[in-house]
């Protein structure tokens, strides 16, 4: 079992740069396939970015493509969204999850997910 917290979100101006983190309890993070996901208001949830258990490999939705990235520390247990060049359409609650799966690529089977953190965009 794994819990995860999530902070850093709040309000930046578009064009700007926030970093999120996730920090994660239990001793099998590193085994993990970490992501992030992101919900706003009226709208599925979306897929952000996903790592493999030791950071190698990762893999980002179209939307973030070239202007996010994850990455992880399994010393300290946290994970991380850096977001640079933010626009309005990223104002979302960001959420942090966690599977057993080895597929980093695979959207889905995220079993832990922590409350989110909510990341707002002024124009």
């Known amino acids: 079992q794994v819990q995860l917290v999530e902070s850093g979100g709040g309000l930046v101006q578009a064009g700007g740069s926030l970093r999120l983190s996730c920090a994660a309890s239990?001793?099998?993070?590193?085994?993990?396939?970490m992501g992030w996901f992101r919900q706003a208001p009226g709208k599925e949830r979306e897929f952000v970015a996903a790592i493999n258990w030791n950071g190698a490999t990762a893999y980002s939705g179209d939307s973030v493509k070239g202007r996010f990235a994850i990455s992880r520390d399994n010393a300290k247990n946290t994970v991380h969204l850096q977001m640079n060049s933010v626009n309005v359409e990223d104002t979302a609650v960001y959420y942090c999850?966690?599977?057993?799966?080895?597929?980093?690529?695979?959207?889905?089977?995220?079993?832990?997910w922590g409350q989110g953190t909510q990341v707002t965009v002024s124009s």
């Open positions: 239990g001793r099998t993070f590193s085994t993990y396939v």
């Open positions: 999850a966690a599977k057993g799966s080895l597929d980093v690529v695979d959207r889905r089977g995220y079993a832990h």
